[in-house]
């Protein structure tokens, strides 16, 4: 055996989790909302009781994530303090408490010949998530799977291995005293690559995949799945600042948008200015002031000489650090024009007194979340109410934006009748 060859088979693996899931999922699916809630809220509890027990095992993950060398947007990303698990913990019960979408009647219609036709929500079954750095998704993800009424497998990476495994452990003890089964929740017991792959072929095994994470694990998900994927590549997000646009405003909103968060999909990574604005000079030295490089393209160089020279390749960059391209651009087709070529369809916003303006971007722009004077950075389920996210989603099937309980289910007809039959 080569020494590069996994000790497991992970087909086996990812079978044997997908046959406790299914079970799993037939119970879920079928519990009352309040079960699943008082589940939830136990979880919660369990969570913020293991608060030392996840600190430590993240400080375990954030030393070894600084002798690999990864970046400090990642290690943010990676980092959790006592705040941050209460947040999580916060989050898990504020999805116990959102309205239960299974079961919920979508539309009802009557034939002509009697027969009464509803669409009602119900679980996708088993869903598979696959996911980088941030440690919160554990429970996240799995609370929303739980509330959706779907059985989860959970593939962390290696990066948070240990706060992946004290979150779950903490997570899965609420939902046994409970009453629930364990198996609803599973955490791949291995950061192994291979278990990726296991899953993104699992066949009958999986019936949904979400990858969160960067650029690669995301084109690998979609390139190798058999399975049905929902996710997003990139969150090259802009902020359009109109001529109309109150510079007061447009300052506080494009600082908080780039340099809130930089790790985060969310960020705006290139700023497109008017070019009837006249504070554009502004905007560029207070997001120098705020510890971003800035690079600009000659027009923007033209009005601030310290703006280094944007490259081509900055326009489609997804940077996740305190950098960002700004570009001069002729009025809101320009913007519209610059986001339809470099946008990736996940977020973007315009800053505008001018509502018919904002009203041309937002039928405009091509992307799941759009804003009108708000900051990039409410591209977050919490903050769309959702309680939490499974991820952002930017194709045009099944979900778009924050993908929350009603994105993890489907539908199904149910059809009412007196005796009609088809002759």
Same mark, same amino acid.
């Given at each position: 055996?080569?020494?590069?060859?996994?000790?497991?088979?992970?087909?086996?693996?990812?079978?044997?989790?997908?046959?406790?899931?299914?079970?799993?999922?037939?119970?879920?699916?079928?519990?009352?909302?309040?079960?699943?809630?008082?589940?939830?809220?136990?979880?919660?509890?369990?969570?913020?009781?293991?608060?030392?027990?996840?600190?430590?095992?993240?400080?375990?993950?954030?030393?070894?994530?600084?002798?690999?060398?990864?970046?400090?947007?990642?290690?943010?990303?990676?980092?959790?303090?006592?705040?941050?698990?209460?947040?999580?913990?916060?989050?898990?019960?504020?999805?116990?408490?959102?309205?239960?979408?299974?079961?919920?009647?979508?539309?009802?219609?009557?034939?002509?010949?009697?027969?009464?036709?509803?669409?009602?929500?119900?679980?996708?079954?088993?869903?598979?998530?696959?996911?980088?750095?941030?440690?919160?998704?554990? %429970?996240? /993800? $799995? &609370?929303? =799977?739980?509330?959706? *009424?779907?059985?989860?497998?959970?593939?962390?990476?290696?990066?948070? @291995?240990?706060?992946?495994?004290?979150?779950?452990?903490?997570?899965?003890?609420?939902?046994?005293?409970?009453?629930?089964?364990?198996?609803?929740?599973?955490?791949?017991?291995?950061?192994?690559?291979?278990?990726?792959?296991?899953?993104?072929?699992?066949?009958?095994?999986?019936?949904?995949?979400?990858?969160?994470?960067?650029?690669?694990?995301?084109?690998?998900?979609?390139?190798?799945?058999?399975?049905?994927?929902?996710?997003?590549?990139?969150?090259?997000?802009?902020?359009?600042?109109?001529?109309?646009?109150?510079?007061?405003?447009?300052?506080?909103?494009?600082?908080?948008?780039?340099?809130?968060?930089?790790?985060?999909?969310?960020?705006?990574?290139?700023?497109?200015?008017?070019?009837?604005?006249?504070?554009?000079?502004?905007?560029?030295? %207070?997001? /120098? $002031? &705020?510890? =971003?490089?800035?690079? *600009?393209?000659?027009?923007?160089?033209?009005?601030?000489?310290?703006? @280094?020279?944007?490259?081509?390749?900055?326009?489609?960059?997804?940077?996740?650090?305190?950098?960002?391209?700004?570009?001069?651009?002729?009025?809101?087709?320009?913007?519209?024009?610059?986001?339809?070529?470099?946008?990736?369809?996940?977020?973007?916003?315009?800053?505008?007194?001018?509502?018919?303006?904002?009203?041309?971007?937002?039928?405009?722009?091509?992307?799941?979340?759009?804003?009108?004077?708000?900051?990039?950075?409410?591209?977050?389920?919490?903050?769309?109410?959702?309680?939490?996210?499974?991820?952002?989603?930017?194709?045009?099937?099944?979900?778009?934006?924050?993908?929350?309980?009603?994105?993890?289910?489907?539908?199904?007809?149910?059809?009412?009748?007196?005796?009609?039959?088809?002759?």
């Amino acid at each position: 055996m080569a020494d590069n060859a996994p000790i497991f088979d992970p087909v086996s693996l990812i079978a044997e989790m997908g046959i406790r899931a299914r079970r799993a999922a037939r119970t879920v699916a079928a519990l009352p909302s309040a079960t699943k809630a008082r589940a939830l809220d136990a979880a919660a509890d369990r969570l913020r009781g293991a608060t030392a027990e996840i600190l430590a095992a993240n400080a375990l993950d954030m030393a070894h994530g600084r002798e690999i060398g990864l970046s400090e947007a990642m290690l943010d990303r990676l980092m959790l303090d006592a705040g941050r698990i209460d947040s999580m913990a916060a989050g898990v019960a504020a999805i116990a408490g959102l309205r239960d979408p299974v079961g919920a009647l979508i539309d009802e219609s009557r034939r002509p010949n009697g027969l009464v036709l509803r669409r009602v929500r119900v679980p996708i079954g088993v869903i598979g998530i696959i996911y980088e750095s941030r440690p919160n998704v554990t %429970a996240d /993800a $799995a &609370a929303l =799977c739980v509330k959706a *009424g779907n059985a989860v497998i959970l593939r962390g990476g290696s990066e948070a @291995a240990h706060s992946n495994r004290a979150i779950h452990t903490a997570f899965v003890a609420g939902l046994a005293e409970a009453g629930l089964p364990v198996d609803i929740a599973q955490l791949v017991p291995t950061t192994d690559r291979a278990a990726v792959g296991a899953m993104l072929t699992a066949e009958g095994v999986i019936d949904l995949v979400v990858p969160r994470g960067g650029k690669s694990l995301v084109a690998r998900v979609q390139a190798e799945a058999r399975v049905p994927v929902l996710a997003h590549l990139d969150g090259i997000n802009h902020v359009f600042v109109h001529a109309a646009a109150d510079p007061a405003m447009a300052e506080k909103i494009v600082v908080d948008a780039k340099m809130r968060r930089t790790g985060i999909c969310g960020a705006m990574e290139t700023l497109l200015i008017d070019r009837d604005y006249s504070g554009a000079a502004r905007l560029t030295a %207070a997001l /120098a $002031a &705020a510890g =971003c490089e800035v690079r *600009g393209d000659p027009a923007v160089r033209a009005l601030d000489a310290s703006v @280094a020279a944007a490259e081509a390749a900055d326009w489609d960059t997804e940077y996740l650090d305190a950098i960002v391209s700004v570009a001069i651009v002729d009025g809101v087709d320009g913007a519209m024009a610059h986001i339809a070529t470099h946008g990736s369809h996940h977020t973007d916003a315009i800053v505008t007194a001018d509502e018919s303006v904002a009203d041309r971007f937002i039928a405009g722009v091509d992307s799941a979340i759009v804003l009108w004077n708000a900051s990039t950075q409410f591209a977050d389920g919490g903050e769309f109410g959702l309680g939490a996210e499974i991820g952002i989603a930017t194709g045009r099937l099944h979900a778009r934006g924050p993908v929350a309980l009603e994105g993890l289910t489907t539908y199904k007809w149910v059809v009412r009748g007196t005796g009609q039959v088809r002759g």
